[in-house]
């Protein structure tokens, strides 16, 4: 099982560019997230697809779309990237059949910077 | 005042040492409580779930305290390879049912 990937890993951007950022896992999870993490902040929540065919709004959803194209696929974009949007992005899978404790799994991350 | 709160550290401590981590969490509705370690520039990884009877796993052991929204994990005999970013992650109830990550803190374990 090659668990959570991600690409790219390293992008770097135009302002005003736009680039869609890939994650799919191979663990039949149910639940898939896109976080960023920037220093000092944490991991914020970008978007969330609870299951296939649902997505949501986490913390910080300006600036972002997502697409949940199958089970195994969540897709990030960014329409028109701006510097603010510099950070390491991280896609996240985890089972959610009702166990509190299921263990969440994340991808490598994409190092996007933006000019 | 955020959801999670660490103290961010560095802490830096001699191989062989006990080294001990809090957190303090605002939502008392939260049901489920983990560790996460990171690696620098690498993905978090789980290293613990929380029990509210306090749990072990070999060197490291997670202490829960509801009535205080508390959370600490003690590291003992630590080894150079302990050192790393430490993630304290707390379950949001409801439907949602999503981790909140507190903003990490970072220990170097010193030879």
């Known amino acids: 099982n090659a668990g959570v990937t991600q690409t790219p890993k390293f992008q770097v951007l135009k302002t005003g560019q736009s680039m869609t950022l890939q994650c799919a896992q191979d663990?039949?999870?149910?639940?898939m997230y896109w976080y960023r993490q920037d220093p000092g902040m944490g991991l914020r929540l970008i978007y969330y697809s609870a299951s296939e065919g649902t997505t949501d709004k986490g913390e910080v959803p300006n600036g972002y779309n997502v697409s949940r194209l199958n089970k195994r696929e969540f897709s990030l974009r960014l329409e028109s990237a701006a510097p603010s949007q510099t950070s390491v992005y991280f896609c996240a899978s985890r089972l959610l059949a009702g166990g509190d404790t299921d263990t969440q799994y994340f991808g490598p991350g994409t190092r996007l910077t933006v000019l | 005042r955020k959801e999670v709160e660490q103290d961010p550290g560095p802490f830096n401590v001699p191989e062989g040492a006990t080294v001990a981590f809090n957190c303090t969490y605002s939502n008392s509705a939260s049901q489920s409580f983990f560790w996460y370690r990171q690696d620098c520039r690498k993905e978090p990884k789980l290293l613990m779930s929380?029990?509210?009877s306090g749990n072990e796993d070999g060197r490291f052991t997670a202490q829960l305290n509801r009535a205080s929204q508390y959370i600490s994990l003690l590291i003992r005999d630590s080894k150079l390879s302990d050192s790393a970013t430490y993630l304290c992650?707390?379950?949001?109830?409801?439907?949602?049912?999503?981790?909140?990550f507190g903003s990490g803190t970072q220990l170097t374990v010193l030879p």
């Open positions: 992650v707390v379950l949001r109830s409801g439907s949602a049912r999503q981790l909140t």
């Open positions: 929380v029990y509210s």
């Open positions: 663990m039949n999870h149910n639940s």
